[in-house]
Structure formats: structure tokens, C-alpha cells
């Protein structure tokens, strides 16, 4: 059985009401969930365009081609852009909570460090 050491810290209630207030944003899930919304739209701003019709098929959202490999105004085109929605919202969501934990992080600990370098009692 592990018994905490001395070196292990403890919880102080402010510790605990920071860590509440800014929890963690976890990088997999918001990326699910902006590479799910991303892809969603893309898909279906093609569907729509493809059931609406017309003589030219969504000339402007066929520029996506130029950055999307593949895609098209096309139902084929439609999954294609469903899959680089989704692989372009993960890796902005990913990076986006990866770089708000990581900033938040870094700010927390210098306010700890500024707390506890001023509360320290310094020598005459």
C-alpha cells in the first residue's frame, strides 16, 4: 500500500475552486466534435446543392477542390468532403484545446509562483 509522502501536496480549497473553474478541455473530444461539425457541413452544403440543381452545380463551393484533394460538387464528392471536414475539424479542435490547456497552465502556475514568491518572509 502507497502512503503519501511528505513531498505528495494536498488540496488547498483554493486549489480545488481553481482547478473547478478551469477545468481541462479534453483534446480528443473537442476535436470529435469540431471534425463531426465541420464534416456535417460540408457534407451537407453539398447535398443541398446537388438536390437543389441548376445548370452550374455550386460554383463557388467548388473551390474547395483547390484545397480538398478529390472533392467535387458531386455526391461522390460530398463523402470526400465529409472526410477532409472531419480530419480539418479534429486537428483544429485538437489544437485549439491542447493550446488553451497549455496556455491556461502556464498562466496558473506563474500566478502560484507570484503568490508564493510574495507571501515568502525574506531576511533583513
Not at 15 to 26: E, K, M, N, P, V
Not at 94 to 108: E, G, K, V
Amino acid at each position: 500500500m502507497n502512503r503519501p509522502s511528505s513531498h505528495d501536496s494536498i488540496l488547498t480549497p483554493g486549489d480545488a475552486l481553481i482547478i473547478q473553474a478551469f477545468g481541462r478541455i479534453h483534446q480528443s473530444a473537442l476535436g470529435i466534435a469540431l471534425g463531426g461539425l465541420a464534416g456535417l457541413i460540408i457534407f451537407m452544403a453539398t447535398a443541398v446543392l446537388l438536390v437543389k440543381g441548376g445548370s452550374p452545380v455550386g460554383p463557388t463551393l467548388s473551390l474547395l477542390g483547390e484545397y480538398f484533394i478529390g472533392y467535387s460538387v458531386t455526391w461522390r464528392g460530398s463523402f470526400i468532403g465529409l472526410a477532409y471536414g472531419f480530419l480539418f475539424g479534429f486537428v483544429t479542435g485538437w489544437l485549439i484545446a491542447f493550446l488553451r490547456n497549455l496556455l491556461l497552465s502556464i498562466y496558473l502556475h506563474f500566478l502560484k509562483f507570484k503568490a508564493n514568491l510574495s507571501s515568502a518572509e525574506f531576511l533583513d
